[in-house]
């Protein structure tokens, strides 16, 4: 992980977006009153993304498991389509 000052990544874009891609770096890029960014590849967002909606589907998942345990489920009638 690198952390790089505004002007040092505006005056050297492309080596630090070659960086990212090529060497799967992840760059912090510091600003004023510490609005800091990152700059990370689009397969690794992608990849915390999947990540996020994987656990959020778990927990769903979670909640439901533990509101059978508590009797707090219901049984439906299955309905049959012709």
């Known amino acids: 992980m690198l952390a790089v000052n505004y002007s040092t ?3 050297n874009l492309k080596n ?3 960086k990212v891609t090529d060497e799967y ?3 912090i890029i510091t600003r004023k009153d510490e609005k ?3 700059l990370i590849s689009l397969d690794e967002y992608n990849a915390m ?3 996020v909606k994987n ?3 778990l927990a769903m998942i979670d909640k439901s498991m533990a509101q059978l345990a508590r ?3 219901k049984v439906h009638e299955l309905i049959e389509v012709d």
């Open 71 to 73: 009797g707090e489920g």
């Open 36 to 38: 800091n960014v990152v």
């Open 55 to 57: 656990t959020a589907y």
């Open 9 to 11: 990544i505006r005056n």
């Open 25 to 27: 770096e992840t760059v």
């Open 49 to 51: 993304a999947k990540a």
């Open 16 to 18: 630090y977006c070659d």
